[in-house]
């Protein structure tokens, strides 16, 4: 599982957490040499009872539909002859492209530093408060995030805060420090020709979701809205006959039995979370396919993790 690829130093925001080009080309010259990689359709035949994987089967997958992806990753693959599959927001790679929520954290945090972000959350949230109260009452529950560091300024936006007023404060917080997030999104995500580029390529593509919202925050409905129009899109965009699924952030807790009963209704064919072990074919269900992070592996790391590791969510 990939997430960012790209030079952070050459770009205007060094401190976003990237894999850099040397250390994808090495990871892949040590993953060519361990394992078989794989394309999609062969996971899916196997899941499906078909013809088994080869014992050190591996498959390339990559989240968020960064332009990185057709910049640094693109190329590189196809040097290689392998594929990937690459899972696309609508909201991100659609025709009126939105800076997804998650990102908007990201940037921030680039731009700012943990601290400065961590106040600018805080008084956003309070002036808010303020504002719907129409009073200078004290605002219940903001103190103890004060001097809170980056996770859990993360967790305030990602699981305490109202959705959409999370939202609203990273609208607010992105347009006054990054400006207009309509061009910054044209620049951060894959394009529709871009898309037809990778295809032709060789590249697969899935869904991830409309606006990268945690589908466990959702009502059902809610859920239904931000994954039903998925299958259609992509094929529509790819030409691609089945179209797959990664949950945003991806942790065990960030989906709920709705979304696998949706997802079914919806037509995808197999999802992944972001568990980080090896899929075990026949046990695991189809929408809830673990992954390793890139993370995990040399050159990070001594060789692929014995033990299955902690579930963590997409950062
Ligand atoms: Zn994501």
Do not use: K, M
């Given at each position: 599982m990939y997430h960012y690829v790209r030079d952070t130093a050459a770009t205007a925001f060094p401190a976003i957490r990237a894999l850099p080009p040397d250390m994808f080309a090495h990871q892949l010259d040590w993953l060519q040499r361990e394992y078989e990689l794989i394309g999609l359709d062969a996971l899916e035949a196997a899941l499906e009872g078909g013809r088994p994987l080869p014992p050190n089967a591996a498959l390339l997958t990559f989240?968020?539909?960064?332009?990185?992806?057709?910049?640094?990753?693109?190329?590189?693959?196809?040097?290689r002859g392998l594929g990937g599959v690459f899972f696309l927001a609508h909201d991100a790679s659609g025709d009126t492209p939105r800076v997804l929520g998650v990102h908007k954290t990201h940037f921030l945090l680039a731009a700012l530093g943990s601290d400065a972000f961590g106040d600018a959350v805080l008084g956003e949230c309070r002036a808010a408060a303020r504002a719907a109260r129409s009073s200078d009452a004290t605002v219940f529950g903001l103190d103890r995030w004060e001097h809170a560091d980056e996770r859990a300024i993360k967790d305030l936006l990602n699981y305490e805060l109202p959705?959409?007023?999370?939202?609203?404060?990273?609208?607010?917080?992105?347009e006054r420090h990054l400006g207009s997030q309509d061009e910054f999104a044209r620049g951060l995500y894959l394009r529709a020709p871009m898309i037809a580029e990778m295809r032709r390529a060789g590249m697969v593509f899935g869904y991830h979701t409309r606006s990268h919202k945690m589908l466990s925050r959702l009502s059902p409905a809610d859920q239904a809205?931000?994954?039903?129009?998925?299958?259609?899109?992509?094929?529509?965009?790819?030409?691609?006959?089945?179209?797959?699924?990664?949950?945003?952030?991806?942790?065990?807790?960030?989906?709920?039995?709705?979304?696998?009963?949706?997802?079914?209704?919806?037509?995808?064919?197999?999802?992944?979370?972001?568990?980080?072990?090896?899929?075990?074919?026949?046990?695991?269900?189809?929408?809830?396919?673990?992954?390793?992070?890139?993370?995990?592996?040399?050159?990070?790391?001594?060789g692929e993790p014995a033990a299955p590791a902690m579930a963590s969510d997409e950062a």
């Open positions: 989240d968020d539909g960064f332009v990185d992806h057709y910049e640094v990753v693109l190329p590189v693959l196809a040097t959705i959409d007023e999370a939202e609203q404060v990273l609208d607010v917080l992105f809205a931000e994954l039903r129009d998925g299958v259609a899109w992509v094929r529509a965009l790819t030409g691609q006959a089945r179209v797959s699924f990664c949950y945003p952030w991806g942790g065990p807790g960030t989906y709920t039995s709705a979304s696998l009963d949706i997802l079914a209704s919806a037509g995808y064919s197999v999802a992944f979370n972001t568990v980080r072990r090896r899929i075990a074919v026949g046990a695991d269900h189809r929408y809830e396919l673990p992954r390793v992070d890139t993370r995990d592996l040399p050159p990070y790391t001594a």
